[in-house]
């Protein structure tokens, strides 16, 4: 055999050995047993349902106030003076009209004593003033009796002067005497009337003096300056020693027995409160004070609305058997007022609503998005909240998945259980997601 040939052949050969196994693995792949592939099985995913029990609930809103007192008196100087005394200190509780501070009364007695005098010796020159009435009114009675012999003997000359029986200067003499008279009687009248006119000068002037005198005692009565009513001294701003002048702060009476707490309504609510209240609804109120709850009511509702707050201002009172043991002025404190009650709602727990309106039922056993119209929430003493919903496309025989799901969706196939409790089914949270299960 030539040694071409002989090298062409050495060279084939391998290539014939990997052909030959390539041939080989395409044939048993090409004869292997056919097997349908296994079909992968949809989840079902656990979940807690309640049923959806239209009802009537009262809802309720939780709100922080500050304690505060209606009785919340600055008490300040109303004379200027020295203070001499001053009995009580800050912190202190004080009784009705008694004495908190004493100030200097020495110039206010010496304004009283001259008002006084003023006073006796206008009220002196008022009765002699009353005795000249008296004394100018009996004149001018005598000088009109004088005027009416005198206007008589006049007509008697000219009637002798007619007759002849009576010279000319005697009528004349008549007539005289008459205008004479006359004149005395306009100035007994005149006396009169400015006597008159002088004692109503004097009555004013008794007035203004008796004005000044009532001043002059008032302001020796705010030398001393008392309680105006049972509280809690506080804010002292004066010491003994010190000058004060007219409106000067001395210091702030509080009545911790009168307190209320003052609180901030959502507007949406606050004029529902106001009609409910006028129509004589009582609103009852929780108030939680270093964790004891303490009862009481909502009193008013403010007629407008705070600026920058968005908010309205309500007062709410507590009952006076409940004591205020623990409500210190000043403080913030929690508050929750019942709503009055409104009807055909659902509760469910917060973890039931997806977004801001919307929840789940089971629907052959998969989730049914249903929109709901949010009506309020109401919270419990043990810390659970529920929201109140109202929503027409639910029946009573439907089921409302309380579980909260991450990947919630339209169609998610879903396996059900009951809730042991409410309680536990309020305490669902996200860190509590249902797990996957194989549905068999």
């Known amino acids: 055999m030539p040694l071409a040939s002989l090298k062409r052949l050495r060279v084939g050969r391998p290539t014939l050995i990997l052909l030959g196994s390539i041939a080989l693995v395409v044939l048993l792949i090409a004869t292997r047993p056919s097997k349908e592939p296994r079909q992968r099985q949809e989840r079902a995913w656990t979940v807690e349902v309640v049923k959806a029990a239209p009802q009537s609930v009262s809802p309720t809103v939780a709100l922080f106030g500050q304690v505060q007192s209606p009785q919340n008196a600055e008490l300040s100087a109303g004379v200027e003076a020295v203070v001499l005394a001053m009995p009580v200190r800050d912190g202190i509780s004080v009784a009705p009209d008694e004495l908190l501070l004493r100030l200097d009364d020495r110039d206010a007695k010496l304004a009283l004593q001259q008002a006084e005098a003023d006073l006796r010796e206008a009220k002196a020159q008022q009765n002699f003033a009353r005795i000249r009435i008296d004394r100018a009114r009996q004149a001018f009675e005598k000088e009109q009796e004088v005027l009416e012999i005198s206007r008589q003997r006049a007509e008697r000359a000219e009637q002798l002067f007619g007759e002849g029986l009576l010279s000319k200067a005697d009528l004349e003499t008549a007539g005289e005497n008459l205008a004479r008279q006359q004149l005395a009687v ?24 008796t004005a000044a005198r009532d001043a002059a005692a008032l302001d020796l009565e705010r030398t001393q ?56 609804a009582t609103i009852p109120a929780l108030i939680e004070t270093d964790g004891l709850p303490v009862a009481g009511e909502l009193l008013r509702v403010s007629g407008q609305t705070t600026i920058g707050s968005g908010g309205v201002d309500s007062f709410i009172g507590v009952k006076a058997d409940q ?10 404190v929690s508050v929750t007022l019942e709503l009055p009650p409104v009807k055909n709602v659902i509760t469910v727990p917060g973890e039931a609503i997806y977004g801001s309106n919307q929840l789940y039922k089971v629907s052959d056993n998969r989730m049914e998005m ?33 579980t909260k799901l ?28 249902a797990k996957p299960v194989s549905n068999n």
Not at 265 to 274: E, G, K, N, V
Not at 324 to 332: A, E
Not at 410 to 424: F, H, M, R
């Open 186 to 209: 306009n100035l007994a009248e005149l006396a009169k009337e400015e006597n008159a006119a002088k004692l109503l000068e004097l009555e004013a002037r008794i007035m203004r003096i």
């Open 225 to 280: 300056i008392r309680a105006p009513f049972a509280g809690v001294i506080s804010d002292l701003q004066v010491s003994q020693g010190d000058r004060v002048r007219v409106g000067d702060p001395l210091m702030r009476l509080q009545n911790p027995a009168a307190i209320e707490i003052r609180a901030q309504l959502p507007s949406r609510i606050a004029r529902s409160l106001s009609e409910s209240m006028q129509e004589g």
């Open 323 to 332: 004591g205020i043991s623990g409500l210190r002025l000043g403080s913030t």
């Open 370 to 402: 249903i929109e709901v119209e949010r009506v309020g929430e109401r919270e419990y003493s043990d810390g659970r909240t529920e929201v109140l919903v109202r929503a027409p496309a639910l029946t009573a025989s439907d089921r409302i998945i309380i």
């Open 406 to 433: 991450a990947n919630a969706a339209n169609g998610l196939l879903v396996e059900t259980t009951q809730p042991a409790d409410s309680a536990s089914a309020a305490a669902l949270t996200e860190s509590q997601m």
